[in-house]
């Protein structure tokens, strides 16, 4: 891996999941990290980790769906870090099973908030610093539900099919301007997201494959957080400086099916 070394990152939802992997991962590869959440605690949690493990981190209390917010935890980075190189655009949520027919308008609201308009907003925030320093590298999370339709899931797959359009049509504006934009979509992964979806206080890490309603994944496991990490931070790397506008799935063979 090439290319994360003395860089700075910012990551939205990194106090749980693949978040805090992908924050964790980006520290081990020599980067300082912005570490934004909603949950102050879980997010201070994750700054504990990486600074326990010789790295740099600071946290920053952010709300995707609120523009001002999302500004703030661009100016810690450049504050703090002198710059913007990396940003993995990756908080999100998800409401629950039913018909789009049951769906309160409130819920739709708050899902498009923070899913698909916190990307925007994240991306608007960014872009300039990465534009003046001409490089930067952004990653957004989409979901396996963005590259199919998804029954009972109608809010969260139209907000991550958004993402992957988004993230194409931001990345051909930037492709001539030194500042790559790409996408993964994962696979049900073993964090909060579906530890909730199955109920109660189960233990992510411990999740039964069959606990997940999107387990149709021809590995025949659901993913650790770090596996999705991995992807991110090769789409950071100078590895992949060829690669952008495309989300990729990480999925265990899902969209192959
Ligand atoms: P998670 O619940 O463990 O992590 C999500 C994080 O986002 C939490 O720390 C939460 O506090 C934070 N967050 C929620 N709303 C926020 C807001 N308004 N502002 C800032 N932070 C906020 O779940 P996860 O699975 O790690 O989710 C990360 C991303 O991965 C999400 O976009 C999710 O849709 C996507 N995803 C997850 C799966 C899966 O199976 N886990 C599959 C496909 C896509």
Redesign the pocket.
């Known amino acids: 891996m090439n290319g994360l070394d003395g860089k700075t990152a910012v990551v939205?939802?990194?106090?749980?999941?693949?978040?805090?992997?992908s924050a964790q991962r980006f520290a081990e590869e020599g980067a300082n990290i912005v570490v934004?959440?909603?949950?102050e605690e879980?997010?201070h949690e994750t700054v504990d980790l990486i600074e326990a493990a010789g790295g740099d981190a600071v946290f920053v209390d952010?709300?995707?769906?609120?523009t001002a917010?999302v500004e703030r935890m661009v100016d810690v980075a450049v504050d703090t870090y002198g710059g913007l190189d990396i940003a993995h655009n990756?908080?999100?949520?998800?409401t629950g099973f039913s018909d789009v027919t049951d769906i309160e308008e409130s819920d739709w609201d708050q899902l498009l908030?923070?899913?698909l308009k916190?990307v925007w907003a994240c991306m608007k925030a960014e872009l300039p610093i990465m534009e003046e320093q001409g490089s930067g590298v952004i990653v957004n999370?989409?979901?396996?539900?963005a590259l199919a339709g998804m029954g009972g899931l109608s809010s969260?797959s139209a907000?991550?099919h958004g993402?992957v359009g988004l993230t194409k049509s931001v990345a051909l504006e930037y492709a001539t301007r030194g500042i790559r934009i790409n996408a993964?979509?994962?696979?049900?992964?073993?964090?909060?997201?579906?530890?909730?979806t199955a109920g109660g206080d189960t233990d992510?890490r411990s999740l039964p494959f069959d606990t997940?309603a999107?387990t149709d994944v021809p590995m025949d496991r659901?993913?650790d957080?770090e596996e999705?990490a991995g992807v991110v931070a090769f789409l950071c790397s100078s590895d992949a400086s060829y690669i952008t506008g495309h989300t990729i799935p990480v999925d265990g063979g899902q969209a192959a099916d």
């Open positions: 939205t939802g990194a106090g749980s999941g693949i978040g805090r992997a934004a959440d909603i949950v879980t997010g952010l709300d995707v769906s609120d917010s990756n908080a999100g949520i998800l908030d923070v899913n916190g999370t989409a979901s396996e539900s969260y907000s991550k993402v993964i979509a994962p696979g049900p992964t073993k964090t909060n997201i579906q530890a909730n992510p997940s999107m659901i993913a957080p999705m």
